[in-house]
């Protein structure tokens, strides 16, 4: 059965803290998708990335890197130098591939970040 | 506009009450979504519209309706609701269903009272 663990409910941070947000994911199919959204309290859900099975290159954006580990099954957010305008909840999600539902994003249940001036 | 809207931004009904949730989408795609974000679950995936064919339906009660008359319009049509269905209903659209990232709205906040 698929399943999107993010261990961590709260965490609060100090301003140019970093911080890493955990995600762990069951999957049976060998060809799946990952992805991150960020929901500020305006309620919107923002994409920030995608990442397919098969490519377990660490990537870097800005601020922001994932760490892809297929061994362990983690798909893990971290947030260099932490700004109050980080403060959001952010959810990991998986979506399978064959065999899984069309368009069937399976979330965890988030984890509220809060980062302090 | 761009990107994904929806309206009402907050709506307050009573049990016996008939609305619609609306959701538009500015970016040509072709897939849309229906996802309910309460306090104690996850997102819950309700409904999955392909070039405005049903494709997924989570075994969401009839109360709840939706309605794709074009790929780039999404209704959820509420009657009869329960106190329990309060939370925010978010909509989603896709470039397709299999694999791409999903474009949120910024959600309708459904009271029932």
């Known amino acids: 059965a698929q399943k999107v663990t993010q261990a961590q409910t709260e965490i609060s941070v100090v301003e140019k803290e970093d911080v890493t947000l955990d995600c762990v994911y069951e999957?049976?199919?060998?060809?799946?998708?990952l992805f991150w959204y960020k929901q500020p309290p305006s309620g919107e859900l923002v994409f920030l990335i995608r990442?397919?099975?098969?490519?377990?290159q660490n990537e870097i954006s800005g601020r922001y890197s994932w760490n892809f580990q297929k061994s362990t099954s983690s798909f893990n957010f971290t947030i260099t130098a932490s700004q109050v305008v980080d403060s959001a909840v952010y959810f990991c999600?998986?979506?399978?591939?064959?065999?899984?539902?069309?368009?069937?994003?399976?979330f965890g249940k988030g984890t509220k970040l809060s980062v302090k001036p | 506009e761009t990107g994904v809207t929806q309206t009402p931004r907050h709506l307050v009904m009573g049990m016996t009450n008939k609305k619609s949730l609306k959701c538009e989408q500015h970016l040509g795609h072709n897939a849309m979504y229906w996802y309910k974000q309460s306090a104690k679950k996850p997102l819950e995936l309700m409904f999955v519209?392909?070039?405005?064919?049903?494709?997924e339906n989570n075994s969401v009660p009839s109360r709840f309706s939706p309605e794709c008359p074009n790929s780039s319009h999404l209704f959820l049509h509420l009657h009869t609701l329960q106190p329990e269905d309060s939370a925010l209903y978010l909509c989603?659209?896709?470039?397709?269903?299999?694999?791409?990232?999903?474009?949120f709205g910024p959600g309708t906040r459904l009271t029932v009272l």
């Open positions: 999957t049976r199919d060998t060809t799946y998708y």
């Open positions: 990442r397919n099975s098969f490519d377990e």
């Open positions: 519209y392909s070039l405005e064919e049903r494709v």
């Open positions: 989603a659209s896709s470039p397709r269903t299999e694999y791409n990232e999903q474009f």
């Open positions: 999600a998986l979506s399978e591939g064959y065999g899984g539902s069309q368009g069937n994003l399976i």
